[in-house]
């Protein structure tokens, strides 16, 4: 049986396909309002704070000012995916403990046995999540400035080391004896 043209024709649409995936996972962090004094009155523009991940242990954050929330996202946005960074994980989770301070915040974060989940607050849970960290301990100190604490927590991500790049007394003593035996 043949089927009526007009439902050939629907199903052909664009509309009906289904939506795209998004590469990057893009969360709006915190934006704010800021007027600049001039001769006539108050000029108001936006500030937005903005992370991007894409779930897979890559995560970069960004800020950037425009006329209005919209602009000022979208720029934001295109910063954090010039400036993201690997991650390093070990079993969802972070390999060491990790700590940073950018102006006055100070993070904290610290590895979480299986199970524990994200033990975080405000904005470094955020960047913890988009960097598909699933167990984690986060201690923020000092400073609630969030701009700040986003950028000590991108710090401190950047200072863990992988497990393989880890000397310890055990691969240093294997190494040893390599040279060693390569001498004699």
């Not at 939506?19 to 001769?39: C, G, N, S, W, Y």
């Not at 972070?94 to 102006?103: F, G, R």
Request: charged letters at 30%; a positive charge; proline letters at 5%.
């Amino acid at each position: 049986m043949a089927m009526p043209q007009n439902q050939d024709r629907r199903s052909r649409r664009p509309n009906d396909m289904p939506p795209e995936e998004k590469q990057f996972d893009e969360r709006t962090l915190h934006i704010d309002r800021i007027a600049r004094v001039v001769k006539g009155g108050r000029r108001f523009r936006f500030r937005a704070l903005v992370v991007v991940g894409d779930r897979k242990s890559r995560v970069g954050i960004g800020t950037a000012k425009g006329a209005d929330v919209t602009a000022a996202i979208t720029k934001a946005t295109e910063v954090a995916k010039k400036h993201m960074i690997d991650v390093p994980m070990y079993k969802d989770t972070l390999p060491h403990e990790a700590e940073s301070k950018v102006s006055g915040a100070h993070i904290l974060l610290k590895p979480a046995s299986p199970g524990t989940g994200l033990i975080a607050g405000g904005v470094v849970h955020t960047i913890l999540e988009v960097a598909c960290i699933r167990n984690a301990l986060s201690k923020s100190l000092g400073s609630t400035n969030k701009t700040n604490c986003a950028y000590a927590t991108i710090a401190a991500l950047e200072s863990i080391e992988p497990a393989k790049n880890w000397i310890t007394t055990r691969t240093a003593k294997i190494a040893e004896k390599k040279v060693k035996a390569e001498v004699k």
